[in-house]
């Protein structure tokens, strides 16, 4: 289990480190003009040269990436450049990573919570109405673009249920909206895959052994079909993050939550290096852990995933 | 009459059937329609025998058995015929609560395929555990114990270590072992073996069905054998019934059945054995294919595919008729008025050889 672990642990950080080289050289590649924000037409080409130059973008490639792999080492994220100059890219993302923070777990704990229960219950009254109503909410969600339902929800149910139009911090009720919206997608998920499994599980022929066992229904659901169902659930997890975290981005904006979401989109714009690099470490870091996590959970519950190398025993 | 036929008489002749299915029928709704898939079967288990139902796929051997435990697919239904059971008619049953006194307790079941009967997250001590702790009431230690010697008696070695490993750390022969441990946990009177023998390979096949030979003995189980392998049913069965299209064609003592089978299906069973072919010509084999079960059946279902048919068999479906006490076939064959019919030549031979046994003793 340990060696498991860390083998997965390993390939997780190697992972890490080929996103964020990609991503650096990346940004390398993106015109120059950006690095002047506004006044760009007012300088000439000599003050240009001196700007990129003492933000370090002349060295070679090579020495560039190496410099950030140091700093990054030593937990130095580097200074703005332009969203705002010369203040290090830390402390602007200490002030937001809160609200991603909380919005993100809120979504995933919740969509966790309402898709395991509606694939249960849909599960449970395959091909009748529960059924039927879940399996339409899951085709709507993954045929109509997010941004119409997340507009839909922020014009209309806001209206309807008296809720804030926009996020303020002290009002929780303002944190609903944001919350559902962001949850929405992944909820979809989590319910066709529960479902989906579930069912899979309940045309097995070991369930006719503990049928024939003598063991009831109920009891039969709990400690055979919902558990083995739920294995096959952990790899959905990093996916879970993802679509949390692209959600965000969106819906940060939508209700001016002061967040991460709205930072990442800003700072590529505006070719904020740094930031980007941060930003962007940020969030595979999180989806490589849910990979991980997913991954490891697997491992726990299925003794059938091998640990070691040494054949099966089949 | 013959000797031992005589003495299996004695055996049956004066014992009351401990489960007793009488004119059964089950129906399925399959897209709309409506299939029969056991019409009007009937029959008589009785303490302690090995009993051997066998027909072609399709013949409902399976779905009849499965009756006896609330087992059939959601879209079947005992539409007549009543299943006594200890007072009971299980025909009648519909409600989980009721199954749920029958299942494991009283009747339990051996599937086909082991290697996906077992729930592959659950460790197999587990498996038998959840059955001991059901049926026997047992809990803790004690229990365990119980699954340990049941893992014994099953003929698996080294029972401790075993207990913690999962299904599929088990060839397919122990997985079956496995699932007669979990059925005998149960501690069931009656054991119904869904083809047990199938999926497995024919060294293995020989060691299982030795294995429930002794634990027959061992728990003083009542055995249905399900299976179209006449091998097996020759090496285990007390008695024999032939199912056909949904009916049990003919019933009597495993002797009877095989040296002296008087139903067409029958014959034609016993001929296609590779055993009893000639040599030098082709082996036989039943033409045409069994009826469609959507449809209703006139007269002897078997009619059709029988070159021997009478024209009655077309029209009227045939009762019972007595052979000896313990066996009986549904053939107007065996109507006094019915004319001489030859059976085929593999079945003359049969006959033969018990007359000369027979007199040899």
């Not at chain 2, 064609?249 to 095989?258: D, M, N």
Request: charged share 20%.
């Amino acid at each position: 289990m340990l060696k498991y672990s860390l083998k997965r642990l390993g390939q997780s950080v190697i992972t890490l480190f080929i996103v964020i080289t990609i991503v650096f050289l990346l940004m390398r590649l993106m015109p120059e003009e950006g690095y002047f924000g506004q006044g760009y037409e007012k300088l000439d080409p000599i003050q240009r040269e001196t700007i990129l130059k003492n933000l370090g973008l002349r060295d070679p490639i090579y020495v560039q990436l190496g410099r950030f792999y140091r700093d990054l080492i030593r937990g130095n994220l580097g200074v703005s450049i332009v969203y705002r100059p010369r203040v290090p890219v830390a402390e602007i993302l200490k002030a937001k990573i809160p609200y991603s923070l909380y919005f993100g777990l809120g979504a995933i704990t919740l969509s966790l919570l309402a898709g395991i229960s509606l694939g249960i219950l849909m599960a449970r009254s395959k091909g009748k109405f529960w059924d039927r109503i879940g399996t339409g909410y899951v085709v709507f969600i993954n045929a109509v673009p997010a941004a119409v339902y997340y507009l839909f929800l922020q014009l209309y149910v806001t209206n309807i249920l008296k809720l804030p139009i926009l996020f303020k911090e002290n009002n929780p009720v303002s944190w609903i909206l944001p919350l559902v919206s962001m949850s929405l997608g992944s909820t979809a998920s989590y319910a066709m895959w529960m479902r989906r499994y579930m069912v899979d599980e309940l045309n097995k022929d070991y369930i006719l052994l503990a049928r024939a066992k003598g063991l009831s229904n109920k009891t039969i659901m709990v400690r055979h079909v919902f558990r083995n169902a739920f294995v096959p659930m952990a790899q959905y997890l990093p996916m879970s993050i993802l679509l949390v975290i692209a959600g965000s981005i969106y819906i940060e904006s939508l209700y001016s939550i002061p967040g991460m979401g709205g930072l990442l989109v800003d700072a590529i714009q505006r070719q904020d290096n740094p930031l980007v690099q941060a930003l962007v470490l940020i969030y595979s870091s999180l989806s490589i852990a849910g990979l991980f996590i997913g991954d490891i959970l697997m491992a726990i519950f299925d003794p059938r995933i091998k640990l070691e190398n040494h054949g099966g025993a089949r | 009459m013959h000797s031992i036929s005589r003495e299996m008489e004695e055996k049956y002749i004066n014992q009351h059937p401990i489960l007793s299915a009488k004119d059964v029928v089950i129906k399925f709704n399959l897209r709309g329609h409506t299939l029969t898939a056991i019409r009007e079967a009937s029959l008589d288990l009785y303490e302690g025998e090995s009993l051997a139902i066998v027909g072609e796929s399709g013949s409902g051997k399976s779905v009849f058995v499965k009756s006896f435990m609330g087992l059939l697919d959601k879209n079947g239904w005992v539409d007549s015929g009543t299943i006594n059971y200890k007072g009971y008619d299980l025909g009648k049953f519909k409600t989980e609560k009721e199954w749920l006194r029958i299942r494991g307790k009283e009747i339990a079941m051996v599937f086909q395929d082991p290697m996906t009967a077992l729930n592959p997250l659950k460790t197999i001590g587990k498996q038998i555990l959840e059955a001991v702790e059901l049926h026997q009431g047992l809990r803790g230690q004690e229990a365990k114990n119980t699954v340990l010697e049941i893992l014994r008696d099953v003929g698996i070695s080294n029972p401790m270590v075993r207990y913690n490993q999962y299904p599929h750390e088990f060839s397919g022969g122990m997985r079956q072992r496995v699932v007669i441990a979990i059925s005998i946990a149960c501690s069931p009177r009656i054991l119904i073996c869904d083809e047990p023998t199938t999926a497995l390979d024919v060294t293995i096949q020989a060691q299982i069905i030795q294995l429930l030979k002794n634990l027959q003995k061992k728990y003083k189980l009542t055995i249905i054998y399900i299976t179209h392998d006449l091998g097996v049913v020759a090496k285990v069965a007390d008695r024999i019934g032939v199912m056909y299209a949904g009916d049990i064609v003919e019933i009597g003592t495993s002797e009877e059945v095989f040296y002296n089978p008087q139903h067409p299906y029958t014959w034609a069973l016993l001929s296609s054995l590779p055993q009893l072919g000639i040599k030098g010509e082709p082996l036989y084999s039943i033409k045409g294919t069994p009826p469609n079960l959507f449809n209703e059946i006139r007269g002897d279902a078997f009619a059709p595919r029988n070159p021997r048919a009478l024209k009655i068999d077309f029209e009227l479906r045939p009762p019972y008729f007595s052979v000896s006490p313990t066996h009986r076939a549904k053939t107007w064959l065996l109507d006094p008025r019915a004319p001489k019919v030859e059976p085929p030549e593999a079945i003359k031979k049969l006959r033969e050889q018990w007359g000369s046994e027979c007199c040899g003793k």
